[in-house]
């Protein structure tokens, strides 16, 4: 550690400089090329420097940046119409972030039970595990003790419950309850995908209660599982939801989608951003559906999810003592592990490959989307040689 760094020491940064990217691979300043199976934390969803998502970029670079919301941005409307279109909401709200989208999610689920009357439902209730983002609200929303220690009082209006836990639940309900938040696969909180069925328990206990369903798909959004959205999978739709990462292939991007109804209480100056759904945002945005919603696409990420499902599961089976357990759904996938995650992630990077640690023990896979069966194979040869690297060694034979 460079203890003259002038940067905030709240990160504990792998000692690489990569210096340019071409779809799954990344070189480094010393020349040296990585697969990149972290993909910026499931950010580059369309891999590094892809044509169409460059050529928007330098077309809109070259009109106008940045206009603020006091004016009309039609690469908004656009967006916002195809996203409208391609998913249950008829409302969107641009961000630049993840925690930027799920606070304006958070705050849509309440206003909405205050223009309806019910201004004492402003509780939500959330998941262990959950990770929602690093601002003061999301940390709350969260519960995780190591990221709130240290930051003052925590926000007022949030209660968790045991995931998957309905008694809990159903006890935790009461007339303070604005909404139910949850990610449909935890991503930070290591891979931990909420079953269809208990989705469906969820938008049924919402609708008995009469409060919101609000889904976190910040990760799990984008063709990230194979659908647009992971809860397409359940065939529930939420009330609200927020996107990140994914949706603006690289340039920082958040939305908050919502239905009609539940966006009935944000109204003109309720809320706002400076930065949020400014024109370079919106034109790679837009690049990124062109190629998101083209035919074939979710197809081919469900066929590469199979190309790594079977390789862990073999991985699985020869390293036993490395790999204990493969999660997720299409290409979010979480390796649990039998030794500590953090050695099979800088064993990976022996090998050239990144991969991301999560909760839980677990080591991520995000590659972007576009991977090709070539390259799923060679970073499972990779993967394959990092945990025979941890294995332990055969018996010495006597000579
Ligand atoms: C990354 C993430 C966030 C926070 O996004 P930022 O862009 O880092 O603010 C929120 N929720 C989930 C599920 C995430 O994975």
């Not at 550690?1 to 210096?19: G, H, I, K, Q, V």
């Not at 369309?46 to 009309?72: D, F, I, M, R, T």
């Not at 609000?214 to 809860?231: N, S, Y």
């Not at 370079?280 to 837009?286: K, R």
Request: aromatic share 6%.
């Amino acid at each position: 550690m460079d203890s003259a760094s002038p940067l905030f020491d709240t990160y504990a940064r792998a000692p690489l400089r990569f210096e340019r990217g071409e779809g799954v691979w990344l070189t480094a300043d010393n020349g040296e090329r990585y697969l990149d199976f972290g993909a910026g934390i499931a950010v580059n969803a369309l891999g590094h420097a892809h044509p169409h998502l460059v050529a928007a970029l330098k077309e809109q670079s070259e009109k106008v940046w940045h206009l603020s919301n006091l004016y009309e941005i039609p690469g908004q409307e656009r967006l916002g119409r195809r996203l409208a279109a391609a998913s249950f909401a008829d409302k969107v709200f641009f961000s630049n972030s993840g925690a930027e989208a799920m606070e304006a999610a958070i705050k849509t689920a309440r206003r909405y039970h205050y223009v309806n009357g019910r201004p004492e439902r402003v509780d939500i209730i959330t998941f262990q595990g959950a990770f929602h983002g690093r601002t003061l609200g999301t940390i709350a929303a969260g519960n995780q003790p190591k990221h709130l220690e240290g930051f003052g009082p925590k926000a007022d209006g949030f209660k968790q419950v045991p995931l998957g836990d309905r008694a809990a639940l159903a006890e935790a309900i009461d007339e303070k309850t604005a909404a139910l938040l949850i990610e449909p696969i935890q991503g930070e909180g290591g891979i931990r995908v909420v079953s269809n069925e208990e989705l469906q328990h969820l938008r049924a206990v919402c609708d008995e209660h009469g409060i919101l369903l609000v889904l976190d798909e910040v990760q799990t959004g984008v063709g990230r599982t194979g659908k647009l959205f992971a809860h397409e999978w359940s065939g529930i739709t939420p009330d609200i939801l927020g996107v990140a990462k994914g949706i603006g292939g690289g340039f920082p991007l958040g939305a908050c989608l919502a239905t009609a109804e539940a966006a009935a209480g944000m109204t003109a100056g309720t809320h706002g951003t400076t930065f949020g759904g400014n024109p370079l945002a919106m034109a790679v945005g837009n690049a990124v559906l062109d190629l998101v919603l083209a035919d074939g696409f979710m197809e081919h990420v469900r066929d590469m999810a199979l190309v790594f499902r079977q390789g862990l599961a073999a991985i699985g089976d020869t390293h036993p003592d490395v790999v204990a357990e493969i999660r997720g759904e299409g290409l979010m996938l979480g390796l649990k592990c039998a030794c500590k995650n953090g050695d099979l992630v800088d064993a990976m990077r022996a090998e050239n490959l990144l991969a991301i640690p999560a909760g839980d023990n677990v080591v991520r896979l995000l590659p972007p989307l576009v991977v090709s069966a070539e390259e799923a194979r060679d970073g499972l040869a990779r993967i394959e040689r990092a945990a025979g690297r941890l294995s332990a060694k055969p018996a010495a034979q006597p000579a």
